[in-house]
């Protein structure tokens, strides 16, 4: 069997992590649940537009593909999930260019 | 604008899935279903339903035509321009005129095709049974009032005999409707749309107008209630059209969107996907329990889908012809696996979510 770090079979036992340590694993899926539930402050579909994009930030795989999913039952479409992915890709690249003041800071606080 | 074809039908595209026999070979084929999939007989019967009793029907639904002016992507009824011949004739209506009269459970006559409206008789039929003061539901495709000069008088036609028009639309935006349905098909059901509100229809309360939502790809269809703000704020925000409710309905793995599932290899994940949605509560409010579907050809089944996969009635009352309520009321449904698409998440019937 070919041996890989993501294979797209494990997100459906995702439940299973309460294998080890049950009350914390409940716990956390009590509340990932209520998170996403329903039409709340913000409607399903936008939760599933910001999950989408957190996807692509912390760059997980199962998240990418269960929040496609998601997002196109929820009736968001192509160019909606799109704009998510450059909003999460704007906050991360504007987040690494800022870190270049501190750059400019140090290199101004070294040179003569 | 007209509408262009995306596709032609199974049967003139020579597909084998044209054939219902291949097409209930493959739903049952052990071997392209998931490794921890259970038939959808034994899992009724793990909750304690062991058939699914009907109640005395309600709903007489006739498809009276399979001709149709879009070949849409994932047609179930595999409809189309080509479908001239498969068209109720005149005398079959008036037999089913006289079923409608005779039994008093009957509150509504359910009318689909194709496109009924292309049917010759269409609009006697409807006139009939207005008569009869039975409630009348027209599955109109939207495009077929601004496909002919000859159509342009629909919305009044329907406003006149207070016909409850339930229209496809699965999306907001062009690209995503055209793409299921035929280019072209959305800027017509827009054009369609504004024409019904004119006379009245989505804006007050005897003249119902509802649409129908359906997933435009291998993926099941979110909450009907969060789907239908959406659709009324950008429809009334876009192009100023209104209607009264959104109607989500699971697309099932049959005829052409059976063929899609296999085409992009879909089919085993989009089985798994509603296999474990499986909700024992949609079970109570199926519509095969109080709906008799009856074909052009005057054939009985226990719902439009197993209609498409020539799934009769399990009565010795099979046709028009001999149409017997009492044994009718007594039948077992006859189930087979794409029975999931009912059943999943929230339910899917010909009128939305079931729970």
């Known amino acids: ?112 | 604008m007209g509408v262009k074809q995306r596709s032609k039908s199974l049967s003139a595209s020579g597909n084998q899935l044209a054939n219902t026999f291949f097409q209930l070979e493959i739903l049952n084929k052990k071997e392209l279903l998931p490794t921890s999939y259970v038939k959808f007989k034994d899992k009724i019967a793990q909750v304690g339903v062991p058939n699914i009793d009907v109640v005395p029907v309600e709903i007489f639904q006739l498809n009276i035509g399979k001709l149709c002016n879009q070949t849409c992507a994932h047609c179930h009824v595999d409809a189309g321009p080509d479908k001239k011949e498969e068209q109720m004739t005149k005398p079959d209506l008036e037999r089913c005129l006289l079923i409608i009269k005779a039994v008093d459970s009957i509150h509504t006559v359910d009318i689909t095709g194709g496109a009924p409206e292309m049917n010759v008789n269409f609009r006697w039929f409807v006139t009939e049974v207005r008569k009869l003061n039975k409630k009348i539901i027209n599955r109109c495709n939207l495009t077929i009032i601004r496909s002919n000069p000859k159509y342009y008088d629909l919305p009044e036609f329907f406003a006149e005999n207070k016909v409850h028009i339930v229209s496809s639309l699965p999306y907001f935006s062009a690209s995503r409707t055209d793409k299921q349905r035929g280019d072209g098909v959305f800027e017509d059901s827009i054009s369609a749309l504004q024409m019904l509100n004119k006379v009245g229809y989505g804006i007050v309360d005897n003249l119902k107008l509802d649409l129908v939502y359906n997933p435009s790809g291998a993926f099941l269809p979110g909450s009907q209630c969060s789907l239908e703000n959406e659709f009324k704020r950008q429809l009334l925000r876009r192009y100023d059209v209104k209607f009264h409710n959104l109607l989500c309905i699971t697309n099932l793995p049959i005829s052409r969107f059976l063929d899609y599932l296999i085409e992009t290899d879909n089919y085993t994940d989009y089985m798994e996907t509603l296999a474990n949605a499986f909700n024992p509560a949609t079970l109570d409010g199926l519509m095969c329990k109080n709906t008799i579907s009856v074909s052009w050809d005057g054939n009985l089944y226990d719902c439009d889908f197993n209609q498409m996969l020539n799934l009769k009635v399990a009565s010795n009352s099979q046709h028009i012809s001999n149409f017997d309520v009492q044994q009718l009321n007594q039948r077992k449904v006859i189930i087979n696996e794409h029975c999931y698409g009912c059943t999943a998440g929230a339910g899917s019937s010909c009128g939305g979510e079931l729970v």
């Open chain 1, 1 to 112: 069997m070919e041996k890989k770090y993501f294979d797209p079979k494990d997100l459906a036992k995702f439940g299973e992590i309460t294998k080890y340590q049950k009350d914390m694993g409940t716990k956390f899926f009590d509340w990932y649940g209520e998170v996403f539930s329903g039409d709340t402050a913000l409607t399903e579909r936008e939760k599933s537009l910001i999950a989408l994009a957190v996807a692509h930030t912390v760059q997980c795989p199962y998240c990418i593909d269960a929040y496609t999913t998601a997002c196109l039952e929820k009736g968001a479409d192509e160019e909606q999930m799109m704009e998510a992915v450059h909003v999460a890709a704007a906050i991360k690249g504007g987040a690494t260019l800022a870190f270049g003041i501190q750059m400019m800071n140090h290199a101004e606080k070294m040179n003569m």
